[in-house]
């Protein structure tokens, strides 16, 4: 079974700053089954990147992907008030079952 | 444009079942590219898959939830269904219903979610 790591567990930035995520995986991961989410309080997670890098429909070009085996990152370029959230790492493994990171908090400095 | 709609009883006993159906609008459960799963997030906690259904009813269950979980289709309504046994106060939560795309392993659609509670 793999297990997500996310890191750090609460970011505390001011809007127009640049947050770093960090999402580290147990063993290496297949790049195109890597997603990030975001969750924004009393709502839903909406899924804003998958196969690691590619940004969802509708997802501003502020947040991207990267990374590849153990190793992945999110980052949002500029904060929007709107951007202070929850952001989920999740894996899809070859069993088909999903599997959440912990979440790491953006939140205001 | 989907939508997804979860339905249930908002309270349910300790030791009793947990039954939620998640009614898909906008598009149909038989699509061959999406899987339909039910994600659960205890109050102040993360998000916790527990389980998706094909159209075709194969399933795929969180091993730590698999004894206790059955999810199931049924095609002719546009429903699936998730049911939980010998609840108790752990498996209060918000319960969401998602598609997921099959090709790319992501939930990219969500349901609102809705409020269980486990209390006698």
């Known amino acids: 079974e793999i297990v997500l790591t996310q890191s750090p567990g609460t970011l505390s930035l001011s809007p127009g700053e640049r947050a770093t995520l960090s999402c580290r995986a147990s063993?290496?991961?297949?790049?195109?089954?890597l997603a990030w989410y975001q969750q924004r309080p009393g709502q839903a997670p909406r899924l804003l990147i998958y196969?690691?890098?590619t940004r969802a429909t509708g997802i501003p070009d502020r947040f991207s992907g990267s990374g590849s085996g153990t190793d992945f990152t999110l980052t949002i370029s500029r904060l929007e008030p709107e951007d202070f959230a929850v952001y989920y790492c999740?894996?899809?493994?070859?069993?088909?079952?999903?599997?959440f990171g912990p979440g790491t908090t953006v939140d205001l400095k | 444009q989907v939508h997804l709609q979860e339905s249930g009883p908002g309270l349910v006993k300790p030791s009793e079942t947990l039954s939620l159906t998640c009614t898909v609008s906008?598009?149909?459960?038989?699509?061959?590219?999406?899987?339909w799963g039910w994600i659960r997030q205890s109050p102040g906690k993360g998000l916790e898959s527990i389980g998706s259904?094909?159209?075709?009813?194969?399933?795929y269950y969180n091993p730590s939830l698999k004894s206790r979980v059955t999810i199931s289709v049924d095609t002719s309504k546009n429903q699936f269904f998730l049911k939980v046994n010998s609840v108790t106060a752990a498996d209060t939560a918000v319960y969401y219903c998602?598609?997921?795309?099959?090709?790319?392993?992501?939930?990219?659609?969500w349901g609102q979610g809705t409020l269980v509670t486990v209390s006698s």
């Open positions: 196969g690691a890098s």
């Open positions: 906008g598009g149909s459960i038989t699509s061959p590219t999406y899987y």
């Open positions: 998602a598609r997921a795309y099959v090709g790319l392993g992501v939930y990219d659609s």
């Open positions: 259904v094909y159209y075709s009813g194969t399933t």
């Open positions: 063993q290496s991961l297949t790049s195109s089954f």
């Open positions: 999740q894996q899809f493994g070859s069993s088909r079952l999903f599997a």
